[in-house]
């Protein structure tokens, strides 16, 4: 779904880890899930337990994946990274399982996407800290009880509704990353650039924060892009109209749409004539996944109102056509 251009496109998954905060202290917002964490980690550390399991959902890029990888620095132990994607049968996940080390974490990642046959090991791994193994077939059939390590399961989703009400009661917390605010995002991309070792001042700050779609991972593409801009075409210096002129050129609006949200809003407008649409008969015309459509690009264009989702469709808003500077069809009464 990427547009192949460095900071373009919603999904674009550009190397921003020497970004990625290390501590939590390091993380910017999300301060009522920090809280809450906080509390429940040294409450575990008081008593010598594993931290209880921990779920994260919200729409991609922001800070699932990092608070998966700061919890355990906070805790001074290792993590584990797996996806749901490619643990496909249960000797995909033994490997994981086996590997612990006592109070360590094991973060997988899109496990709304773990088949529920590799789920059922999830299960008594959770509850029990043990597995059970069937060896052989039929009559010779036995069980062998594998018995693991204490351990910190976090699982991350875009979708929790997709999630199994079984798996998802074993997760003791729950919580939901939100959007970002204008000023949080403004003090990520602020600290960003020092790190990158070029300062921006608080109108180009405010100019990448204002089209970043509340979203702190293309806050960080979008910085990246500007610095590249800037050092071929302003010797490295970053003003506002520099960082403006740097995210039009690829065709990043006011709003912080890509080219992919717009394209959609196009098609909708365009091919549908506003709607309603189903989400696949969008995506087929877009050629894209409806995954990815319902994941990266809709969340925004719902959050902002430039569409809305009814029964029958997804459909054009007034501020939706407004936007895309349309006018909307005459409909009949
Ligand atoms: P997710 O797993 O939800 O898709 P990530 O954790 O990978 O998102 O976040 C994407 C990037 O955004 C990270 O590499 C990090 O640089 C940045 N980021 C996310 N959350 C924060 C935060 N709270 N403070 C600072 N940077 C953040």
């Not at 075409?233 to 506002?240: E, L, N, Y």
Request: hydrophobic content about 40%; glycine content about 10%; charged content about 25%.
């Amino acid at each position: 779904p990427n547009s192949g251009q460095p900071g373009a496109g919603s999904g674009d998954n550009m190397p921003d880890t020497s970004l990625r905060p290390k501590r939590m202290d390091e993380m910017v917002g999300q301060r009522d899930v920090m809280e809450r964490l906080k509390i429940a980690i040294e409450a575990a550390q008081k008593r010598g337990e594993p931290l209880g399991h921990i779920l994260f959902d919200g729409p991609p890029g922001l800070g699932k994946t990092t608070f998966a990888t700061v919890i355990p620095a906070e805790m001074g132990t290792v993590v584990q990274m797996a996806n749901g994607a490619g643990l496909k049968a249960p000797k995909d996940l033994l490997p994981y399982l086996t590997n612990l080390s006592e109070g360590s974490v094991l973060f997988i990642d899109e496990i709304h996407r773990v088949p529920k046959a590799v789920e059922e090991y999830l299960y008594t791994a959770m509850e029990d800290f043990r597995i059970d193994i069937v060896l052989g077939e039929g009559v010779s059939a036995r069980t062998l009880n594998y018995e693991l390590r204490p351990f910190t399961l976090i699982g991350a989703t875009t979708r929790a509704g997709m999630l199994s009400a079984p798996l998802r009661d074993r997760f003791q917390i729950r919580e939901h990353l939100g959007w970002y605010t204008d000023t949080e995002l403004c003090e990520i991309v602020r600290r960003n650039s020092i790190k990158l070792n070029m300062p921006i001042d608080d109108d180009s700050a405010a100019v990448i924060a204002g089209r970043s779609r509340r979203t702190p991972r293309l806050a960080n593409n979008r910085l990246l892009w500007v610095r590249d801009y800037s050092q071929s075409k302003a010797d490295g210096k970053v003003t506002g109209p520099i960082a403006t002129a740097a995210l039009d050129m690829i065709g990043i609006d006011v709003l912080g749409l890509d080219k992919q949200d717009r394209g959609y809003l196009d098609t909708l407008m365009r091919v549908f004539v506003g709607g309603p649409a189903g989400l696949e008969a969008i995506a087929h015309t877009m050629n894209v996944s409806g995954d990815t459509l319902e994941d990266e690009v809709e969340p925004f264009l719902l959050r902002s109102e430039l569409i809305v989702r009814t029964r029958r469709g997804r459909m054009m808003t007034a501020k939706g056509y407004a936007h895309m500077k349309q006018t909307p069809p005459k409909r009949p009464l």
